[in-house]
């Protein structure tokens, strides 16, 4: 069956406009107020189309049944996060939309430093023609994971205009704090009753990815002697400089985002903060093999043990704190979640990738509760960057592939 997704723009567009930025320095749920404003425009939205059962709950966290209309089917479910990244802006984000894209780079208008440039991007040349939507170069687009949201968003207008497209019962799950860990913190698998779910945050087109990081965080904290420095002498221990010393002594040519590639793992230090006499650095710990998250935490506790030794005024803390484990395991268990979004992705016209994720998605943390939830693409490219770009036909696609899977669950 043919089907117009011509309001997918319209709804992406709308969707970016809201700030909701994660903050991870926050003691709230959700950690950031636009998140809750997002959640209750959606709500409304899936009111209007008719799916009455839709509701957002104390958490922010929004929930919806498309009726099925095949008896006996199973109960799939579809989920997307409101938030956008914490480190760069999501406030005033003013997207560009480039209609019949003509190739070569893209200067973005508001900061022309920031260029998007086949060279790093050369999934652009695949795309000349297409509709190219962009940044203006002074915040993050926040297509993670608004791509998502309105790719599921356009999927749930058209079952619900479309009766004779032959389903299941459809649950739409829209979760907060994804960005920080925290997507499924108050969500449990019995709150959606599905078979299986998929998240819809992944790269590019017709991607399947059953596959994540294994994720702890570790915050390293080092506490120093502040005192005046005209009498600093022999009495002072500065923990910014202990902290430089500690983070040159990590690995320099491996273990690093900027070093490592397909299933290498890293020692990521996010951010830092303090001052002579206290500093706090935040990491993430990654690897596909869990075995090697406690590897990495102890080679930080032997950097601390190191620069106690050298200087014996100083303390220095490491915690650690679990995120999400690989969802390889949980999701081979159901192995139709993956062999049925194959078909779907081929019924959509296209051919299905299968891919490993070199980060976690709420699916991660949703097949450790026993749901297994594998991503699929949404148009998604540069995320958590000024840089940040979709294409509007790759999001046209993955409402194909939702819709299809729909259908691929019921046999039909």
Request: proline share 6%; net charge negative; hydrophobic share 35%.
């Amino acid at each position: 069956m043919a089907f117009s997704t011509h309001t997918l723009l319209d709804r992406f567009l709308r969707y970016v406009r809201i700030d909701t930025k994660a903050d991870e320095k926050s003691t709230d749920y959700p950690s950031s107020p636009g998140q809750l404003v997002l959640g209750a425009m959606l709500r409304d939205e899936l009111l209007a189309l008719g799916l009455k059962d839709a509701y957002q709950n104390e958490h922010g966290l929004v929930f919806a049944t498309v009726p099925g209309n095949v008896p006996g089917a199973p109960t799939i479910a579809f989920n997307s996060h409101v938030d956008t990244n914490p480190e760069n802006s999501g406030k005033d984000v003013n997207p560009q939309v480039i209609r019949n894209y003509a190739g070569g780079d893209i200067t973005l208008p508001k900061d022309t430093s920031k260029v998007i440039r086949v060279a790093d991007n050369p999934e652009l040349n695949d795309l000349i023609g297409k509709t190219i939507i962009t940044t203006d170069g002074t915040t993050l687009l926040g297509a993670d994971d608004k791509a998502g949201l309105s790719v599921i968003m356009e999927a749930v207008r058209i079952l619900v205009e479309n009766p004779k497209i032959p389903h299941g019962p459809v649950r739409i799950v829209f979760t907060c704090d994804e960005e920080i860990g925290m997507g499924v913190k108050h969500l449990e698998p019995s709150q959606i009753g599905a078979e299986v779910a998929y998240t819809l945050d992944g790269f590019g087109s017709a991607e399947i990815e059953a596959e994540t990081f294994s994720a702890d965080a570790a915050t390293v904290t080092i506490t120093g002697v502040n005192i005046h420095p005209s009498i600093g002498k022999g009495r002072m221990v500065n923990a910014i400089r202990l902290s430089a010393m500690f983070i040159d002594r990590l690995p320099k040519r491996t273990m690093s985002p900027e070093t490592t590639a397909d299933r290498e793992g890293f020692i990521h230090p996010l951010t830092i903060e303090g001052g002579v006499g206290q500093v706090k650095i935040y990491f993430i710990l990654r690897d596909f093999d869990t075995a090697q998250l406690p590897v990495q935490a102890e080679m930080l506790r032997e950097i601390a043990r190191q620069v106690e030794r050298e200087y014996p005024a100083a303390k220095v803390q490491v915690d650690i704190r679990k995120q999400y484990r690989n969802m390889r395991d949980g999701i081979a268990k159901h192995p139709n979640a993956v062999k049925f979004a194959e078909e779907a992705t081929r019924r959509a016209g296209l051919e299905p990738k299968l891919k490993i994720i070199r980060g976690g998605t709420d699916g991660a943390q949703l097949t450790e509760k026993g749901l297994p939830t594998p991503n699929l693409s949404t148009g998604e490219h540069n995320p958590h960057s000024p840089l940040e770009w979709t294409c509007l036909e790759e999001m046209e696609s993955a409402v194909r592939v939702v819709v299809e899977l729909c259908q691929v669950w019921t046999g039909k």
